[in-house]
Structures are given as structure tokens and as C-alpha cells.
């Protein structure tokens, strides 16, 4: 049987590279030839240890050059560093795609290296965990799990079909839709949270000494479970804030907003104001349950 | 054996109450004679189904006049009501207490019913499921948990030894500390964290309807575990939102504050404070791991 691709290079093998280069292990239908990229030796030698690919480099450039499909899984404000570097060396007809959580500014960002006879084909698999790193992937990560595509550039049907059954492969249920949109949608669902959940953190880090110290004593009250997306990587997250910037900071807003009605209504002992703000929040858990997502 | 109390009455036989009745039914140690009283004849149909004492009634005032112990399960706003209502028949030399997750003002609510002959001895025990009702209560509920002595009134040493032998029956770790202390803690711990799951799904439920629908297809981006929370009770929560805002309104003050100084940092493309801040949430998160918290 053909694989999908022959030559398959990941760039960044940390936890989504990573992930991605161990399905395709398991996977004979994905790829013929695995190549793995990191700028840093020690960790090339961790994914030699680690065995993830065929093909070990820290030259993205040489390895890119043999690649029918090439994905991106370094921070988004890498990516159209890494892209512009990379892509003067590509195969005529290869496949571009990255996996970056934020979509307006990477498409920005990447726009203008793009070239004709390269397909770039995004895809951004909703899935993770609080580490990083070779070591965090694992096959199944994307197991059941949301793959976002926006709209592809230079991409023939044929490469769309390839991405969308590279992510079949991988696990992955697929969805369609704008740069936008996406970009809205991980603001509420992913990047608020996780900036409420670095802040709240911040806020008990800066208590006078003691009670800090008990914050960490109670913390199953609430705060631990809260706050448990409050432990991944401060790069990755930088760059998704400022490279979701807009869509962030309007639902933050609005979160701020409500927030401060909230308080209001405490104030003011406006009981019927929080009973329906603390009904409407049941609402929506109970539609996660009903919806399975719980 | 002598039992710690002959009599043991718990007024309010929710998710806390049911489960202390559990217990004690598992620990002959601690009472001969369980009375719960629930003001719904159908709720007290329902602990009669699950055998949850051995003499269930609608009437309080009956019920405490047997009692050795009095436990009010009730949601703090209430307290200090079924408190003046019961005092009056309370036996000498009884202890009373309640398990209100505010102290300030159930302390300032109760003390004008107080009586010198009956101990209070309140006692917080931080443990809790987002469920509530006679149903959602279990035997081992408080085994391990912190429970929080707040300084006890007309009480000899002997009924605050009671207890604590009570709480340590029940499986719990005991802490002793003042009112005010008492309030903060919970503020930041497991108030200010309910306040923020139930704003984020409010702001959430008022999204446009296509984002709406979708906040719930990919919910497991983070704002599932992040609201998991925000199932629970809008009486409990609303009573505890009034009953302790004051150290609630100062903490979401400075948790305003903070997630403003983040929103200023990525507005202002501020790398360096945006890092730090995440740097400083996830050495909290580290603690708790440290901690067998996490
Ligand atoms: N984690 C999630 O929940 C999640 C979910 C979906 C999508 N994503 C996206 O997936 C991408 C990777 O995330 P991850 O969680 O896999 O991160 P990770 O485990 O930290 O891996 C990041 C990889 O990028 C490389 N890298 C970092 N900075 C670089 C630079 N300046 N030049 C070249 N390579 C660089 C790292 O190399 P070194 O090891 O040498 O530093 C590492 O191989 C990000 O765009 C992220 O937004 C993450
Ligand atoms: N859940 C937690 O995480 C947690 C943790 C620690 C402490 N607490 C505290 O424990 C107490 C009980 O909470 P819970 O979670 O057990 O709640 P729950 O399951 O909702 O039970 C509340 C009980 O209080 C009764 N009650 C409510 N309003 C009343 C009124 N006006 N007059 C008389 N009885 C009334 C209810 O009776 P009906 O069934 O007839 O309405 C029910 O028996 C609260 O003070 C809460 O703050 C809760």
C-alpha cells in the first residue's frame, strides 16, 4: 500500500511533534520516511534515544529538501521565522502545514515566504497536555480530539485531501473554518482560561507569606482544579497571547466585564443577580455533560 | 464504649450533612442515636429511603431537644435563622455547631442566640463535591480533608476535645485558626475560584449562537477543567458570595488587577512580565505537586 506521504519531516519534535511522529510510527499508512528537526543537539539526542524518527538533524534545511510534507510544531511566534528559512529549500509540489494554536497572525506572518508550488495547509490539532517536550508525546494524544483547518494557500484538492487524511490517521475528527473564527473560539475555549488560570496563580504567589503558605495546604477546595492548566510552557504561552492578541484581549474584556458585575451584585446583595449569573454558568456545564465533553 | 455523644442531630441532610450521617452510621464511636431533620417532607421521605438516621422529622425544635450535638447543614445565610430557632430548645450543656464554609458573619449572625450553657464549637470542613441533596452525600467525604476550628464560644475544653474527636472520626485533619484568617483563606482557595468558573461560563452562554455552540464541541481545550466547578449549588454559593464578601471582593480586587497587568503586557507586547507571570503560576503549580496536592 502507498503510504499518504513518502517522506515525512517534523519540525520540533517536542510534545506535538513528538505525538505526531509516534502515530505515524504506529501507522505505516502515513509515511515511508521519518525526519526529525531540533535546533538543539541534546535534544536530537533525546529523540535518537527516544527513537522517533528515521532521520535525527539538527539542518532543517538539508532535511526539508527530501520532504513531501513538512509540519511545523514550533511556538507561534516562531513559525514564519522557521518558515522562511525552510521554504526557499522545499520540494516543488511538497505539502507546508504547522499546528500553531493561534491562525490570523501565523497566516500573516507566513504569507508573504509562500510559494506557488508549495501547498501550505493548516491544521490545529486541539489537543495537549501541561507538559513539553520529546519525552510528553504520546500516539494517542490526538485521539478523538478536534483538528481545526483553515483555509489552505496554493493547496489542489489533492493536498487538502492528504492533510485531512494525515489527521484521520493521527485520530483526529476535523473541522472547517475561517482564520476568525478559529482564532475567536480558542480565545474563550483554550487562551482565557489558561491566562485566569496563570493570573489566579500570580495573584496567591504575591499573598503575605502565610497565607500563601496555606493556599498551598486548601488548594483542593477549588483552586487546585483550577488552576491545573496553570502549569505549561511559558514560551508557548507568551507567544499565543501576543499572537492572539485581539481575539484575547475582547474576551477578556467581556470576562472583566462580568466579572465586575458579579461584584456588583455581591456588593449591592443583589441575590437575584448571582443566582441567575450562577444558573446560567450551570447551564452551559450541564450542556458540556449532555454534550459528553464533561 | 461510650459513644462521643449520646444523641447527634444534623438539621439540613444535603451533600455534608448525609455524609456525616454516613459515617456516623459506619462509626458506632461517635453517637447511639441519629436524628435528621429536614424542613421537606420530601427530603426527609428520601433519608428515610437511604436510612440515613434513625429518627427523621420535619421538626427541629422536637429533635434538638434530645440532642447531645447539633449540626447545622444548612447554607450559611440560613444558619443563624434555624440557630435562633433551635437555641431556645437546646438541652444544657449541649454543643452546637455548623459546618458553614463562611465564619464572619455566621459567627456575628449566631452570636446574639448564643446561650451559656450550650457550647458552640464551629468547625469548616473543606470538602465538597459540586453535587448537593441527601442523594450525593458519602461515608468517606471529609477522610483526609483539612476541617477548620475557628475559636469556639461558651465551651469547655472538654466539648471542644468532643470535637475534635467528632471531625477525627469523620477522617479529617484538624486546623485551628482565627475568623478573619479563616475568611481569607477560603477566599482565595475556593470562593474566588467559583466566582471566576461561574463568570467564565456566564460570558461564555452570552456569546453569538454559533460561538456559543462551538465553546461546547471544544470545551476540552481547557475551559472544561477549568468550570468543572461551577456545578454546584446557587443557594450555597450565592449565601457564600454575600456571607463572605468582603475577603472575596478584596482578593477578585487584586485578581482584577493582576489579569489587568497581564491585558496591559500583552497589549504593550511586554515579553518579559508576560513570561514572569507565567513563570510565577506554575511555580505555585509546582508547590502543590511538592505539596501531594496537585
Ligand atoms: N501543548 C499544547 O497544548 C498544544 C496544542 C495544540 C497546538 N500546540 C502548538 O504546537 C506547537 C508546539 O507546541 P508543543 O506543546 O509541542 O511545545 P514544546 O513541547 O515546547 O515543543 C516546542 C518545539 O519547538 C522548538 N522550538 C522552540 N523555539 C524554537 C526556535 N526559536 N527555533 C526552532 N525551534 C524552536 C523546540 O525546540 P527545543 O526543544 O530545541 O527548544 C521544540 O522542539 C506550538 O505552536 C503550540 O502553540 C500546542
Ligand atoms: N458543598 C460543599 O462543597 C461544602 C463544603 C463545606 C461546607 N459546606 C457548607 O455546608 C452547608 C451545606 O451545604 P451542602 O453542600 O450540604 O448543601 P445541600 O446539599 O444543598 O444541603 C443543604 C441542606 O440545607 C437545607 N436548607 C436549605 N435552605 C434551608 C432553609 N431556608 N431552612 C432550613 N433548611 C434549609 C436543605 O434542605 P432542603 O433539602 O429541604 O432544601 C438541605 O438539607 C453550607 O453551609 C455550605 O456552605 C459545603
Redesign the pocket.
Known sequence: MKPLVETLCV?????????ILRRARLEPSIARHLIAV???AH?CDRARALNLADEITQDATAAVANADLVV?????G??P??AAAIIPHMKAGAILT?????RGSVVEGITPYLRPDIAYVPA???????????D??FATLFENRWCLFTPAMNASPEAIATMEAFWQAMGARLRHMDVAHHDKICAIVSHLPHLLAFTICNTADTLADELRAEVLDFAASGFRDFTRIAA??P??WR??FLHNREALLEMLDRFSQDAQAMADAIRQDDEATIVRTIERGRRIRRNLIENKQA
Open positions: 519540525i520540533g519534535p517536542g510534545l506535538i511533534g513528538s505525538s531540533d535546533r538543539d535534544v511545523l510544531c514550533v511556538p507561534v516562531v513559525i521565522v522557521v504547522d499546528v500553531g494554536s493561534t490545529h490539532p486541539m489537543a495537549g497536555t501541561e507538559h513539553s517536550g520529546p510528553a508525546g505549561s510552557d514560551i508557548m507567544d499565543i
